[in-house]
């Protein structure tokens, strides 16, 4: 079985500033898939970053990143320049290679202050 | 492009009425489907999921059922509906394996 931990519920930032958002995870499955994805107020779930499991090299997707730590079961999405726009619910979840078994953390609420 | 819909967005009902939600997909084949439910402040609940016409998995035993009667239509229903079924159900798809998820606007479903 799958878990996701996600130990911020709430995290603010200073627009233009940079942010980090914990996720840990456990799994016994030795192929799978990590994703971080953004809940706006009008509650659309949008994928913001994906990472394979296999590769070593952290996702990059223009501001957004991750730092993944295998071995310690952690996957932290890293928000540079921060923008008002960035203010939503963030979700980090895990997928097995069956894709059938996607598992969500509690999410983190991001304010960002002008 | 593929596209995702699921209606209503908004839902007031009596306890005790039945319930239909419906999602379909466009511009894909043979997709796996899923619904989920959120609890205000809460992260994804899995419901079921689906891997082809008539294949229904269940993760969570409840008062909802689901089907699949087309391959890009999956329909969330329930024959009496309790106040614990309120909240904000969501339908995903995915087509090739170990892709993203890809999530419809969601249902607000309030029971009375």
């Known amino acids: 079985a799958q878990t996701v931990t996600q130990s911020q519920p709430e995290m603010s930032v200073q627009e233009a500033e940079t942010v980090t958002l914990s996720c840990t995870y456990d799994t016994s499955e030795s192929d799978y898939y990590l994703f971080w994805y953004k809940q706006p107020p009008s509650r659309q779930m949008i994928l913001v970053i994906r990472?394979?499991?296999?590769?070593?090299q952290n996702a990059t997707e223009n501001r957004f990143s991750v730092n993944f730590q295998k071995a310690a079961k952690s996957f932290s999405l890293k928000i540079s320049d921060s923008q008002l726009g960035d203010a939503a619910m963030y979700f980090c979840a895990s997928q097995t290679n069956n894709n059938n078994d996607m598992r969500f953390g509690a999410g983190t609420r991001l304010t960002v202050k002008p | 492009s593929q596209t995702i819909h699921q209606w209503p967005a908004t839902l007031v009902q009596p306890v005790g009425s039945p319930l239909s939600l419906e999602c379909t997909v466009e511009g894909t084949s043979n997709p796996n489907l899923y619904w989920y439910r959120q609890a205000a402040g809460r992260g994804l609940q899995l419901l079921f999921y689906s891997v082809g016409i008539g294949q229904i998995s269940s993760e969570v035993p409840q008062n909802l059922s689901a089907s699949r009667p087309q391959d890009r239509q999956f329909i969330l229903s329930s024959k009496k509906l309790l106040l614990s079924d309120s909240g904000f159900y969501l339908c995903?798809?995915?087509?090739?394996?170990?892709?993203?998820?890809?999530f419809g606007d969601g249902t607000r479903l309030s029971i009375l």
């Open positions: 995903a798809w995915t087509g090739q394996p170990n892709q993203p998820q890809h």
């Open positions: 990472q394979e499991a296999y590769k070593q």
